[in-house]
Structure formats: structure tokens, C-alpha cells
């Protein structure tokens, strides 16, 4: 299976029967179904077919007869036999008055038969139909989000990069300023110099960010494999996009550097777009 959008439509006519399929984000697999009276008993089947092809969504069959399609009423004329004798038996048996007319018939409505049950079969050829266009439409709109989520996940890498490369650079000048101010506050008290560049190292190491970055690369890298599965991805995607958020805050609260923070405000904007993009998908 291809990962899928929420949204789409399709289609299906096939003899009297025309059914129409849509397509909406929904957090879980929600189906509204809407048929003639005398399709009801279809419904659980209808309902077993999209839940074998789709997981999510909010997803709405609706069954009409085509508009070009006139109802005729066929007469089950054994079963009205049957009806009459049954009728007249019990009559004799009982010695009713009254006749037994065609009114008396006419309130047996089960020897009336519309031409639209006649052709139930049409049902199947249309409801398949009308998924199989519905789901050709959810998969290419999936391919599109998919690309787009991809090219910016592309960029978060690239942001990353430039991160690591910036952490790396500025670690050199935070040590030699930190230990100018240790030297400053401290004033005349004599302190050995290994203990400033002890103190100075753990200043530094509650600034570093090199765990986060590693740990935002890891995700980056999950959410590039989910990107390739075929399966419904949306819920696993949104985690691993929750998991980044926290990363980029993180990174974001330990820094003061002006290059790094312009770096997280781009990736937070990255994320936020890949986090509405994953709400579309399966």
C-alpha cells in the first residue's frame, strides 16, 4: 500500500446505480454511509470494503439511483397466488364475510418488487468503482505531500549541518570568555587556573547542544525511512515530528548564539509546515 492522503473523491455508475465516495481528514477511520431504503441490508458490506482498503479518514459512500433511471414495479405473482389461497382458506375455515380484493392484496407489500432490486447487482460494479478512484486520488495527493515533506526534511538536514559546524566553531571562543569572566568576577582572590578552566567547562557543558543535535539527526534519518515505507505513516510521522520540535527547543534555550538561533527559527518554520502536511496523510 502507498502512503495516502485523507482527501479525495471518486465516482462509480454501473447500470441504475450511481455511488459517490469522499474523502476528509479525520484523526481515526470515520464512514458515513447513505443508501436507498431498499438497499439497507448492503450497508455492513459496504462499511467491510472501506475498511479493507483505507485506515483513516473521514470517508462518505453515498448510493442514488441515476437520474436518468425510472422505476418500475414488478409483482411477485406466485407469492400473491400463495396470499389469495392462504386468504380464502382461512375465510372458508373461519366463515368470514367479505371479499378478497385486489386491495386485500395491495397491503402485502412483499410481492412488490422494484426493478431496482432487480439490479442490486450493478451495486458491487459501482461501489468499486467509485473506491478505486477515490483511493487513485488519495494516493497521488499522498505522493505530493510525501515530496514536499521530503524537500523539507532536505532542508532541516541542511540546517543541522550548519548547526554542528557553528557548535564546533564557538566552543574555542565560550571557553576562552567564560574564562575571562570567571577572572573578571573573581577579582584579586587567587584561584588556580585548572579550577577556572574546570568551572569553565561546565558552564560550557550546560550550553552544549551536541546530544540534541544527535538526537535531531537520528529522527531526520527515521522520518527519511518512514518516507519510504508503504503503509499508513501519518501517526508515526507525527511522533517522530513532536520529537524534533522538542530537539529544536531545546537547542534553541541553550544557545545565545545570533547564527544558531536564526538556524532554529528556520527549522521551527520547517516543522510547523511538515506537521500540517502530515494532518493530510494516512
Same mark, same amino acid.
Given at each position: 500500500?502507498?502512503?495516502?492522503?485523507?482527501?479525495?473523491?471518486?465516482?462509480?455508475?454501473?447500470?441504475?446505480?450511481?455511488?459517490?465516495?469522499? =474523502?476528509? #481528514?479525520?484523526?481515526? &477511520?470515520?464512514?458515513?454511509?447513505?443508501?436507498?431504503?431498499? &438497499?439497507?441490508?448492503?450497508?455492513?458490506?459496504?462499511?467491510?470494503?472501506? +475498511?479493507?482498503?483505507? %485506515?483513516?479518514?473521514?470517508?462518505?459512500?453515498? @448510493?442514488?439511483?441515476?437520474?436518468?433511471?425510472?422505476?418500475?414495479?414488478?409483482?411477485? +405473482?406466485?407469492?400473491?397466488?400463495?396470499?389469495?389461497?392462504?386468504?380464502? =382458506?382461512?375465510? #372458508?375455515?373461519?366463515?368470514? %364475510?367479505?371479499?378478497?380484493? *385486489? #386491495? @386485500?392484496?395491495?397491503?402485502?407489500?412483499?410481492?412488490?418488487?422494484?426493478?431496482?432490486?432487480?439490479?442490486?447487482?450493478?451495486?458491487?460494479?459501482?461501489? !468499486?468503482?467509485?473506491?478505486?478512484?477515490?483511493?487513485?486520488?488519495?494516493?497521488? !495527493?499522498?505522493?505530493?505531500?510525501?515530496?514536499?515533506?521530503?524537500?523539507? /526534511?532536505?532542508?532541516?538536514?541542511?540546517?543541522?549541518?550548519?548547526?554542528?559546524?557553528?557548535?564546533?566553531?564557538?566552543?574555542?571562543?565560550?571557553?576562552? %570568555?567564560?574564562?575571562?569572566?570567571?577572572?573578571?568576577?573573581?577579582?584579586?582572590?587567587?584561584?588556580?587556573?585548572?579550577?577556572?578552566?574546570?568551572?569553565?567547562?561546565?558552564?560550557?557543558?550546560?550550553?552544549?547542544?551536541?546530544?540534541?543535535? /544527535?538526537?535531531?539527526?537520528?529522527?531526520?534519518?527515521?522520518?527519511?525511512?518512514?518516507?519510504?515505507?508503504?503503509?499508513? *505513516?501519518?501517526?508515526? &510521522?507525527?511522533?517522530? /515530528?513532536? !520529537?524534533?520540535?522538542?530537539?529544536?527547543?531545546?537547542?534553541? =534555550?541553550?544557545?545565545?548564539?545570533?547564527?544558531?538561533? #536564526?538556524?532554529?527559527?528556520?527549522?521551527?518554520?520547517?516543522?510547523?509546515?511538515?506537521?500540517?502536511?502530515?494532518?493530510?496523510?494516512?
Amino acid at each position: 500500500m502507498l502512503p495516502q492522503s485523507m482527501t479525495g473523491y471518486g465516482r462509480g455508475v454501473a447500470g441504475n446505480i450511481r455511488v459517490e465516495a469522499r =474523502s476528509f #481528514n479525520h484523526k481515526y &477511520l470515520d464512514i458515513q454511509i447513505k443508501i436507498p431504503l431498499f &438497499l439497507y441490508y448492503y450497508e455492513n458490506e459496504i462499511r467491510k470494503l472501506v +475498511k479493507s482498503r483505507f %485506515s483513516r479518514g473521514h470517508i462518505e459512500i453515498s @448510493v442514488a439511483r441515476t437520474e436518468t433511471d425510472t422505476v418500475q414495479i414488478r409483482i411477485n +405473482k406466485p407469492l400473491a397466488v400463495e396470499y389469495y389461497n392462504a386468504l380464502v =382458506s382461512l375465510k #372458508n375455515e373461519l366463515s368470514l %364475510s367479505g371479499d378478497i380484493d *385486489i #386491495n @386485500v392484496l395491495a397491503s402485502h407489500r412483499d410481492i412488490f418488487r422494484s426493478e431496482e432490486e432487480a439490479k442490486i447487482e450493478y451495486m458491487n460494479e459501482a461501489l !468499486e468503482a467509485a473506491l478505486l478512484e477515490l483511493e487513485k486520488m488519495r494516493t497521488e !495527493e499522498g505522493r505530493n505531500l510525501i515530496d514536499d515533506i521530503a524537500g523539507r /526534511v532536505q532542508l532541516l538536514s541542511r540546517y543541522i549541518g550548519d548547526v554542528g559546524e557553528r557548535r564546533n566553531g564557538i566552543i574555542a571562543d565560550t571557553r576562552q %570568555s567564560l574564562l575571562e569572566r570567571l577572572k573578571e568576577f573573581i577579582g584579586d582572590i587567587t584561584m588556580d587556573e585548572s579550577r577556572l578552566v574546570q568551572e569553565a567547562a561546565v558552564l560550557i557543558e550546560r550550553s552544549d547542544i551536541t546530544e540534541e543535535i /544527535v538526537r535531531f539527526r537520528s529522527h531526520i534519518s527515521h522520518i527519511g525511512n518512514v518516507l519510504k515505507t508503504g503503509d499508513a *505513516i501519518g501517526k508515526k &510521522l507525527d511522533f517522530l /515530528v513532536q !520529537e524534533l520540535r522538542r530537539e529544536v527547543n531545546t537547542i534553541g =534555550s541553550k544557545t545565545n548564539d545570533i547564527e544558531i538561533a #536564526n538556524h532554529v527559527i528556520e527549522m521551527k518554520h520547517e516543522i510547523e509546515k511538515i506537521k500540517e502536511q502530515i494532518q493530510n496523510l494516512q
